[in-house]
């Protein structure tokens, strides 16, 4: 069995934008729109064809007070009183986000809860944190600053002091491979029993990811290698005008060589699974 993650918060938090960066899946839809996601998404990560680790993208929370409410009422066993909230009201539809995004928490999954750190921190907040706490999984809060305008970061840590195993400022829009690992290091400290698995997850990650800049080396030097040996040539006749020849065979040199490197950078954007993003490099580089 593989570690999973639910990735947990309140609407337009940038759960969906969190789970794309973990995952390096950029097709994962993010929207501005709160309460885009409706069902949760199982986003597993597979390494040379083997799964190695699971996050689960999830609603919003949308009725957090009334649901702490039920939580704190509760008078059964403990260990069961997530599933037991899902079967009192996995047909109600006031509690229908609430039950989609404690699913998988009933069954075994970690917690991420992810907050906005541009925002203060609301009631509603409050009573998703002790929600979360309440369940008994072990969890991990984010706090993803979307903008740089408003900073609320250390209302935050003090709040989440009281209910997390694990802290972490991470901004998904800019986060690179070192800020994913040391995600899964912060993960890997907040449950002894997942630290084995998650300590194999890291080691697979890192081997790919040497194993990725590898692979660019090679696709750079062969596209210089294929460029430096290339050459064009036409027959001539007497009548022959120099000029124009020379243009028509440069033409077709430059469109080659363009071609080469379209190639090359079209190969490296799949190895590092970009594929919804636009950037403009100059026409011609190696030539240049």
């Known amino acids: 069995m593989i570690p999973e993650f639910a990735v947990i918060g309140h609407p337009n938090e940038g759960k969906s934008s969190v789970v794309s960066t973990l995952t390096e899946d950029d ?4 929207s501005p729109v709160p309460g885009e996601t409706t069902i949760s ?4 990560i597979t390494i040379d064809g083997k799964e190695i680790i699971r996050f689960v993208d ?37 509690y229908a986000d609430e039950c989609e995004l404690l699913d998988p928490v009933a069954s075994g999954a970690g917690v991420i809860y992810v907050v906005d750190g541009s925002r203060p921190v609301r009631d509603d907040d409050l009573a998703e944190m002790e929600i979360l706490r309440l369940t008994g999984q072990p969890r991990m809060a984010i706090i993803n600053s979307k903008t740089e305008d408003k900073d609320y970061t250390r209302d935050w840590k003090l709040e ?12 998904s829009n800019t986060a690179n491979f070192t800020e994913r690992i040391k995600m899964l290091e912060s993960l890997k400290a907040i449950d002894q029993e997942w630290e084995y698995a998650l ?8 081997e790919d990811w040497q194993k990725r800049n590898q692979l660019v080396t090679t696709l750079m030097i062969q596209s210089i290698e294929k460029s430096l040996s290339f ?30 490197e379209n190639k090359m950078f079209k190969q490296i954007r799949a190895l590092f699974k970009h594929h919804l993003f636009e950037v403009h490099l100059s026409e011609y580089s190696i030539l240049k």
């Open 58 to 94: 999830t609603p919003g929370f949308q009725v957090p007070r009334q649901t702490l409410a039920w939580f704190k009422a509760f008078d059964g066993d403990q260990d069961k009183i997530t599933q037991g909230f899902i079967d009192a009201f996995r047909n109600d539809p006031f």
């Open 41 to 44: 998404r199982n986003y597993t």
């Open 27 to 30: 097709q994962i839809k993010v």
């Open 160 to 171: 989440f002091r009281k209910h997390f195993n694990s802290i972490r400022v991470f901004n």
């Open 231 to 260: 050459s064009i040539s036409e027959p001539i006749t007497e009548s022959f005008d120099q000029k124009e020849i020379k243009e028509r065979l440069n033409e077709k040199y430059q469109n080659h060589i363009k071609d080469l």
């Open 199 to 206: 300590s194999r997850v890291i080691l697979a990650f890192k």
